[in-house]
């Protein structure tokens, strides 16, 4: 059995690597890293980044991380196909270095929160898996902003940019809700009165881009800085919170 450690990077930011990523980097006879075309290029070279000072003694594999068929009608079949192909890609990095007896793959943020990693792994199979937590987007996010994630006593709810534009904000929901995974700016569709939204993109890295304020007056200027700032870099990775009612203040 190979051992696979999932090692959670934070969002872009080398700091954010905490002394046990450091640890399992140090001891990997391989790290995989992924290739996103590119546009992305640079999410490969800081992964390659963080190999080079952690790692310098292991292997390298890159692949191409295959793409999602959005077109697919049935959401959840084409995620399991993409699931599977990327599966097969790992088989094939890892396969091609039959020697490496302990794999890390550097992952974006954590793969606990809105990642697949976890999934793949199982799907791959073959492995023994230890994860190494990272800093979340949403935990870099109310740092920036400087703010708690949760009014006082309150819930949150975490959800995805599609879901908050195909079900709206449901009645019985919580007050806050954290949104991943919104490339639409969903909140567009929302009824913005009372609403107020604290955003981040690049989180933690030079390019950071933070907005925050009343829904009506602030959405339109982020639809605007997410648009320019995606054009200019070629991607863009985001996040935010929403919070109505009448306790807006974080």
Same mark, same amino acid.
């Given at each position: 059995?190979?051992?696979?450690?999932?090692?959670?990077?934070?969002?872009?930011?080398?700091? &954010?690597?905490?002394?046990?990523?450091?640890?399992?980097?140090?001891?990997? #006879?391989?790290?995989?890293?992924?290739?996103?075309?590119?546009?992305?290029?640079?999410?490969?070279?800081?992964?390659?980044?963080?190999? %080079?000072? &952690?790692?310098? !003694?292991?292997?390298?594999?890159?692949?191409?991380?295959?793409?999602?068929?959005?077109?697919?009608?049935?959401?959840?079949?084409?995620?399991?196909?993409?699931?599977?192909?990327?599966?097969?890609?790992?088989? %094939?990095?890892?396969?091609?270095?039959?020697?490496?007896?302990?794999?890390?793959?550097? @992952?974006?943020?954590?793969?606990?929160?809105?990642?697949?990693?976890?999934?793949? %792994?199982?799907?791959?199979? !073959?492995?023994?898996?230890?994860? @190494?937590?990272?800093?979340?987007?949403?935990?870099?996010?109310?740092?920036?902003?400087?703010?708690?994630?949760?009014?006082?006593?309150?819930?949150?709810?975490?959800?995805?940019?599609?879901?908050?534009?195909?079900?709206?904000?449901?009645? #019985?929901?919580? #007050?806050?809700?954290?949104?991943?995974?919104?490339?639409?700016?969903?909140? =567009?569709?929302?009824?913005?009165? !009372?609403?107020?939204?604290?955003?981040?993109?690049?989180?933690?890295?030079?390019?950071?881009?933070?907005?925050?304020?009343?829904?009506?007056?602030?959405?339109?200027?982020?639809?605007?800085? =997410?648009?320019?700032?995606?054009?200019?870099?070629?991607?863009?990775?985001?996040?935010?919170?929403? =919070?109505?009612?009448?306790?807006?203040?974080?």
């Amino acid at each position: 059995m190979i051992d696979l450690s999932l090692i959670g990077i934070g969002s872009g930011n080398p700091e &954010h690597l905490t002394l046990a990523a450091i640890r399992a980097l140090g001891t990997a #006879d391989l790290v995989l890293i992924p290739r996103k075309g590119a546009e992305k290029a640079d999410l490969a070279e800081l992964r390659r980044a963080i190999r %080079a000072e &952690h790692s310098a !003694g292991a292997a390298t594999a890159e692949f191409d991380l295959p793409e999602r068929d959005a077109a697919r009608p049935d959401y959840r079949a084409g995620v399991d196909a993409w699931h599977a192909e990327i599966a097969r890609a790992w088989q %094939a990095a890892i396969g091609a270095h039959p020697d490496a007896r302990r794999v890390a793959l550097l @992952v974006w943020g954590d793969p606990s929160l809105y990642d697949s990693t976890l999934r793949i %792994a199982r799907l791959a199979g !073959g492995f023994n898996v230890t994860v @190494v937590p990272g800093l979340t987007a949403p935990q870099l996010l109310t740092a920036a902003h400087g703010i708690p994630l949760n009014a006082v006593g309150a819930p949150v709810l975490t959800t995805t940019g599609r879901r908050l534009r195909d079900a709206g904000w449901p009645e #019985d929901e919580p #007050d806050t809700v954290v949104v991943m995974l919104d490339g639409d700016c969903a909140f =567009r569709h929302l009824d913005p009165d !009372g609403v107020s939204i604290w955003w981040g993109a690049f989180l933690g890295m030079p390019e950071q881009m933070l907005r925050a304020g009343p829904l009506a007056t602030v959405g339109p200027e982020i639809v605007t800085a =997410r648009a320019d700032a995606r054009a200019r870099h070629g991607w863009i990775m985001d996040t935010y919170i929403l =919070r109505r009612g009448t306790d807006r203040e974080a």
